[in-house]
Every structure is written in C-alpha cells, then in structure tokens.
C-alpha cells in the first residue's frame, strides 16, 4: 500500500518569497508522484509529475519538485510567491507496479496563502 | 488539451431521489475513469475505478449497489448516486485518464451534491 504525508496543512510566505509545500511518500514499489493545485469549488489541476525520468521536475506556473528516494521525499518549489497560487495544494501517489488500487492516494492537502 | 467536463456542477435534491453525474473527456480517449469524494476541507478519497466496457471497481467501503457507475464509451462515465441521503453530501470529482499509471490524471470541475 502507499500513503502521502503532507507537512503543514497550511503555510504563509509573502509575496515573492520562495514557496515550499513538503510532501513525504510511502509506498512498497517505485512510485508515480504528483502534485495538483485545487481553486475554491473546482476540480483538481496538474501542476507537475514524476515517473521515473529526471528526478527535478519542472511543472506549470513557475513550480518545480525534486524526487529524493533517500529521502522519500517530493517537496514542491517556487522562487517566488505571486498572489495568483493561493489555493490548495494535494501532492499524490500511484504505483508503477503490481497490484493495489489504480487510481491515486491523496495527502491532506496544504491550504498555501500568500501575504501582500 | 486534456479537458475534462463534469456536469452538472451544482446538485440540490430532496432524500430518497437518485442523482446522475455525468464526466465526460472532450479531446482524448479515457481508458479509466477515477471517481472521487471530498468532505469540506479534506482530501480526495477514491471511490472507485473505472475502464470502458467493464464493472467498475469499488474501493472498500463504497457500496456499489448506492453508487451505481457506468463506463460506456471512452469519453463518458456516469455515477449516479441512488436513493440519496444527507449523509451523502459532498463535493464528487471525476478524472479521466489515457494510459497507464505514469499518465496524469485530469479532473473535472466536480459536482457540489447537497441532499435535503
């Protein structure tokens, strides 16, 4: 089985500050990692994803992650914080492998807000 | 690309009706289909897992005689939510996807059901 641990179910940065959502994961296999961004009342929007190519990953909107097996990390990046990304932020995983449900385990999500 | 149209957004009815949501790809051929509940502030829990022509498949807890979901073509799924209750409010999203796992998967705007 595979679980997302999301550090900080919210996090404040000013504006133009440098973002960080932290994003820990579990799983038994390599994994396929994932981060979107939600808006109030919508669905979700791919920012960025990882499957096993280059483990920094550039992603829409100025977001990068960089994937750390040692430290079964995928932590989301932006140098600097505009207004417009406040919204929350699910990162999420999926097996490459084996059997176990198809679709994608969630963390709880990271409320980011942005300071003017 | 990749657009994913869900529909309708916004669902009011009375207990004991049964409500049909519709998720359709509009620019790609979904091979699976993925349904989603959030409760307010919270993740996104997989309900269940759907290929073109074949039974879905529910996630533990999910009853699929309560949600009833039907893949028929590789643009359109439906999960109708059967004889509804309050308890059964929440917001749905659907997410479509084309390939294997190391494809994202692309998400509609969800539906906001509210049961009265």
């Known amino acids: 089985a595979q679980s997302v641990t999301q550090l900080g179910s919210h996090v404040s940065v000013s504006e133009g500050a440098l973002v960080l959502l932290r994003c820990n994961y579990s799983?038994?296999?390599?994994?396929?990692l994932f981060w979107y961004v939600q808006y109030p009342n919508q669905g979700l929007q791919l920012l960025l994803k990882y499957t096993s190519a280059a483990t920094l990953v550039k992603g829409i909107n100025g977001f990068e992650a960089e994937f750390k097996k040692s430290e079964t990390s995928f932590h989301l990046t932006k140098p600097s914080a505009h207004m417009s990304d406040a919204a929350e932020y699910f990162c999420a995983v999926t097996l490459n492998s084996g059997g176990g449900a198809d679709g994608l385990t969630f963390g709880k999500g990271t409320h980011l807000i942005i300071q003017p | 690309g990749a657009v994913v149209s869900q529909h309708p957004s916004w669902v009011i009815c009375k207990s004991g009706t049964s409500v049909k949501i519709e998720c359709r790809s509009l620019?790609?051929?979904?091979?699976?289909m993925f349904w989603y509940r959030q409760f307010p502030k919270q993740s996104l829990m997989l309900m269940a897992t759907?290929?073109?022509?074949?039974?879905?498949?529910?996630e533990q807890g999910v009853e699929k005689d309560k949600f009833l979901i039907n893949h028929a073509s590789l643009t359109l799924s439906t999960l109708t939510v059967t004889s509804a209750h309050p308890e059964d409010s929440s917001f749905y999203i659907c997410?479509?996807?084309?390939?294997?796992?190391?494809?994202?998967?692309?998400f509609g705007d969800g539906t906001r059901l509210s049961i009265l």
């Open positions: 997410s479509a996807r084309s390939g294997q796992r190391n494809q994202p998967q692309h």
């Open positions: 799983s038994s296999v390599p994994p396929y």
């Open positions: 620019d790609f051929q979904a091979t699976t």
């Open positions: 759907s290929n073109e022509g074949s039974k879905a498949t529910y």
